[in-house]
Structures are given as structure tokens and as C-alpha cells.
């Protein structure tokens, strides 16, 4: 898949709220009730990134969960990455 243009990341990116472009990643942090809440929706995502053979870096602080989405392997961001940001705020 290719990689995204500066203009086209930031098109993409006004259509994923709470999203921002950090270091070339994809991020956002969520918070939780508490820390098996967080679980849960890590497991829920981690659904949603098995399905999509594509998965984020995931850092869980008790009631925040950190995602961080980039296409290792293009070397930045592509569809892919904003694909899994719009299904995961689905989750909500």
C-alpha cells in the first residue's frame, strides 16, 4: 500500500477525531473507568488488528490505553493506519 502525502495524511486525519500525527505515527490516547475497561477494549482492538493483519504499538497505564499506528513496513503512514483509526472509534 502506498504512503500517504503530508496532504493527504492531514485529509485523513480530519476525518478521525481525537486522532493527531506524532513522529510520523498515527496516536491517541483513551481513557477508561479503570484498568479492565482498558483491557477490554485492547482486546477489542486487538480483534479488529487481527482481522485487518495490521497492528498498532499498544501501551496500557492502568485507565489509558496509548495507540500508535504506522505501516512499518511502507515506512509511514498509509490507508491502512486511518482504516484501523476509524474502526476503532467505533468501538466507543
Request: glycine residues 8%; aromatic residues 8%.
Amino acid at each position: 500500500m502506498p504512503l500517504l502525502s503530508v496532504a493527504d495524511a492531514a485529509i485523513h486525519l480530519s476525518r478521525v477525531p481525537g486522532w493527531q500525527i506524532e513522529a510520523g505515527a498515527l496516536v491517541r490516547t483513551f481513557q477508561f473507568a479503570d484498568f479492565r475497561a482498558s483491557l477490554r477494549f485492547v482486546n477489542q482492538v486487538g480483534e479488529l488488528a487481527e482481522a485487518a493483519g495490521h497492528h498498532p504499538d499498544i501501551d496500557i497505564r492502568y485507565n489509558r490505553v496509548h495507540l500508535s499506528l504506522v505501516s512499518h513496513d511502507e515506512g509511514g503512514l498509509t490507508e491502512k493506519d486511518f482504516s484501523l483509526a476509524v474502526q476503532t472509534g467505533k468501538l466507543l
